[in-house]
C-alpha cells in the first residue's frame, strides 16, 4: 500500500493553476478537559491568498474562532518546513506537527503525534479511482497535546485527534453537499466516511483502521439530525458496511460545532464523542449542506459558533 513519507508533510511546490491549494486540517477533542477544537489551514500560493478557519471551545461553553477566506499569503506563512496565517497561526511539520496559536483571547502550543502511516487516502477508500481535489491526499489519526489558553482560563489537554494533509487543485464551487465524518477511539480504531454530492451524483467512500490493518468501507448509509437553521447538526448516525464483511454501526453527539466558511462553501465542524459498541472516542461530523449552489455566509446558527473572537454559547 501507497505511504507518504515524512517529507510530504512540508509545503509543496504549486502548479500554474490558479486554483492550486494546499491544506492542513486539525481536530481535537479532550472529554476529560472538556475542551476541544478545529483549525484548517489553506494556501493558494499562485494567487496569494490564504484561508484559515481556528476554533476552541470548552463544555461549559466557552468559544473562540477566528475565520479568514482570501486574506493575503505573506512570503513568512510559507516555509521549507512551516505553514501558518500571519502572526496568528502556524504549524511546524519537525517530524510531527508543532501548532502555534497566537490571539489576544487565544493561545495554543500544541503538539500532534500520528497513530499509524500517513496512507495514500485513494489507495484504501477507492482503489482504482480518484476523487477531484483530493489528489495528493492522506489523513492520519493521532494524539493531540500541549496547552491552550482561551480567555483567561489555561488548559492542559491530552486528547484524542485527527489531520488531513492536501496538496491539489481545488474549486470549491462544485460541491453541493458534504458529510465528512472521521472518529478515532484510539490507537487500535478509527473509523472515517464521506459523502460528497458532486457532478450531480452522490459519491460514498471511506476506510476502518483497525488493530494494525486498513479495511475499505463498500458501502454505508449516514443520518444527520439538523437543527431548524438547517445548517448545524445535533447528532449522526451510520452503518458501515467493510470490504471484509463486516458491519458496523456508529453514532456521534455534539459536545459544540464551528462554522467554516471558504471561497463561498460554508461547513460546520461538529465535534463531539464517538460511539460503537462499547468504545468511546472523538467524532468531527463536518456537514455542508448546499443543494442550489449558493456561496453566501448563513444569515444565523443554532448550535454553531460563527462568531468571530471570544464568545459564549447561548444557552
Known amino acids: 500500500m501507497p505511504v507518504f513519507s515524512e517529507a510530504d508533510d512540508r509545503p509543496h511546490r504549486p502548479d500554474d493553476d490558479s486554483l492550486w491549494q494546499e491544506s492542513s486540517l486539525f481536530v481535537w477533542h479532550d472529554r476529560e478537559a472538556g475542551v476541544g477544537g478545529f483549525w484548517r489551514l489553506g494556501q493558494e500560493p499562485v494567487v496569494g491568498a490564504v484561508n484559515s478557519c481556528f476554533g476552541v471551545f470548552t463544555h461549559d461553553g466557552l468559544r473562540f474562532r477566528s475565520n479568514v477566506t482570501g486574506a493575503p499569503l505573506a512570503p513568512a506563512d510559507r516555509g521549507e518546513a512551516h505553514m501558518g496565517w500571519g502572526p496568528h497561526l502556524r504549524v511546524l511539520f519537525d517530524g510531527g506537527a508543532h501548532i502555534a496559536a497566537d490571539f489576544p483571547d487565544c493561545a495554543a502550543d500544541l503538539h500532534f503525534a500520528d497513530f499509524h502511516p500517513r496512507f495514500d487516502y485513494?489507495?484504501?477508500?477507492?482503489?482504482?479511482?480518484?476523487?477531484?481535489?483530493?489528489?495528493?491526499?492522506?489523513?492520519?489519526?493521532?494524539?493531540?497535546?500541549?496547552?491552550?489558553?482561551?480567555?483567561?482560563?489555561?488548559?492542559?489537554?491530552?486528547?484524542?485527534?485527527?489531520?488531513?494533509?492536501?496538496?491539489?487543485?481545488?474549486?470549491?464551487?462544485?460541491?453541493?453537499?458534504?458529510?465528512?465524518?472521521?472518529?478515532?477511539?484510539?490507537?487500535?480504531?478509527?473509523?472515517?466516511?464521506?459523502?460528497?454530492?458532486?457532478?450531480?451524483?452522490?459519491?460514498?467512500?471511506?476506510?476502518?483502521?483497525?488493530?494494525?490493518?486498513?479495511?475499505?468501507?463498500?458501502?454505508?448509509?449516514?443520518?444527520?439530525?439538523?437543527?431548524?437553521?438547517?445548517?448545524?447538526?445535533?447528532?449522526?448516525?451510520?452503518?458501515?458496511?467493510?470490504?471484509?464483511?463486516?458491519?458496523?454501526?456508529?453514532?456521534?453527539?455534539?459536545?459544540?460545532?464551528?462554522?467554516?466558511?471558504?471561497?463561498?462553501?460554508?461547513?460546520?465542524?461538529?465535534?463531539?464523542?464517538?460511539?460503537?459498541?462499547?468504545?468511546?472516542?472523538?467524532?468531527n461530523l463536518e456537514v455542508s449542506s448546499n443543494a442550489g449552489g449558493g456561496s453566501a455566509l448563513p444569515l444565523c446558527t443554532l448550535g454553531s459558533n460563527a462568531t468571530d473572537g471570544l464568545s459564549r454559547r447561548p444557552a
Open 122 to 283: 485513494h489507495a484504501i477508500a477507492m482503489p482504482g479511482r480518484k476523487l477531484a481535489g483530493a489528489a495528493h491526499h492522506f489523513e492520519v489519526s493521532g494524539r493531540m497535546t500541549g496547552r491552550i489558553r482561551i480567555g483567561a482560563r489555561e488548559l492542559t489537554i491530552e486528547a484524542l485527534g485527527y489531520r488531513d494533509r492536501s496538496w491539489v487543485r481545488r474549486d470549491w464551487s462544485t460541491s453541493r453537499g458534504t458529510r465528512w465524518w472521521p472518529c478515532v477511539f484510539g490507537p487500535d480504531l478509527t473509523t472515517h466516511i464521506i459523502h460528497l454530492v458532486h457532478d450531480g451524483r452522490i459519491l460514498k467512500v471511506g476506510y476502518v483502521w483497525r488493530d494494525g490493518e486498513t479495511i475499505a468501507i463498500v458501502d454505508s448509509d449516514v443520518v444527520v439530525e439538523l437543527e431548524s437553521d438547517a445548517l448545524t447538526p445535533r447528532a449522526g448516525r451510520g452503518v458501515l458496511h467493510l470490504a471484509n464483511g463486516d458491519t458496523l454501526e456508529i453514532a456521534c453527539d455534539r459536545s459544540d460545532a464551528i462554522l467554516m466558511h471558504v471561497r463561498g462553501y460554508t461547513a460546520v465542524e461538529t465535534i463531539g464523542t464517538a460511539r460503537m459498541g462499547d468504545r468511546v472516542g472523538l467524532s
